[in-house]
């Protein structure tokens, strides 16, 4: 069974980045398959952030992209997000999910999702 | 690609149909159409990909269909259990972009 977990500050200061790490297990990294970032401010809908594939390539959403930055470690079968200078906007429900890029688009495991709060 | 739900929210009792529209503002190739079911405090899980394939362990009851800029997810007989919020996501290629629906919640009536 595929699981991942969130895990990183869950406070963060204006202007500081943001951190978060997901750790894979039951599936290889390396095996395949794209692994993303989504996020869900309070009461508000799904926002994707970006993805990375064990090569390392990455894309990210065009409005993100100026702050955002995304790595991949295979040893460790886990893969990291980064948001720099950080709002309040910024403060949402983290989730790291994996992704298919070949015939059908579509998330089919998530993490449980971390709550990351912008606030001095 | 701007994705429109509607309506926003479905109020129901047990028992009834809903029908959940997704419209797209340009095409979008179905393969790239999924729907999903987040119920409070809980992380999104795929109920439909490819427009209207069930993912593993969804019940008959949801089917999705749909092409080009509308789509449609229908839940034949409402259980207890299927009161969430629904989202529909495509995936644009140029440029390469994730996007959601704003969701619609089936609440009960």
């Known amino acids: 069974q595929v699981q991942l977990q969130e895990s990183g500050p869950r406070l963060v200061k204006p202007s500081e980045t943001l951190s978060l790490t997901c750790a894979v297990s039951?599936?290889?990294?390396?095996?395949?398959?794209?692994w993303g970032w989504i996020r869900q401010p309070p009461g508000k809908g799904l926002e994707w952030i970006g993805s990375?594939?064990?090569?390392?390539?990455?894309y990210y959403n065009p409005s993100l992209k100026s702050r955002v930055s995304m790595s991949v470690d295979t040893s460790e079968n886990q893969f990291s997000l980064k948001v720099n200078s950080v709002t309040a906007a910024d403060t949402a429900v983290y989730y790291c999910?994996?992704?298919?890029?070949?015939?059908?688009?579509?998330?089919?495991?998530w993490g449980q999702g971390t709550l990351v709060t912008v606030s001095s | 690609n701007v994705l429109t739900q509607s309506p926003g929210t479905l109020s129901l009792s047990p028992g009834e149909r809903a029908t959940l529209s997704c419209r797209a503002s340009?095409?979008?190739?179905?393969?790239?159409l999924a729907w999903y079911q987040q119920k409070p405090g809980q992380s999104p899980r795929l109920l439909i990909f490819?427009?209207?394939t069930r993912a593993t362990g969804i019940p008959d009851r949801f089917s999705g269909s749909g092409s080009g800029t509308d789509f449609t997810l229908t839940i034949s007989r409402l259980e207890p259990e299927d009161f969430a919020v629904y989202y529909c996501?495509?995936?644009?290629?140029?440029?390469?972009?994730?996007?959601f629906g704003p969701g619609t919640k089936v609440d009960i009536k």
């Open positions: 039951g599936y290889s990294i390396r095996s395949g398959y794209y």
């Open positions: 490819g427009a209207s």
């Open positions: 996501q495509q995936y644009g290629i140029s440029p390469p972009l994730f996007t």
């Open positions: 340009q095409s979008v190739n179905s393969n790239s």
């Open positions: 990375v594939y064990h090569s390392a390539a990455t």
């Open positions: 999910a994996r992704h298919t890029m070949v015939a059908n688009l579509y998330f089919d495991y």
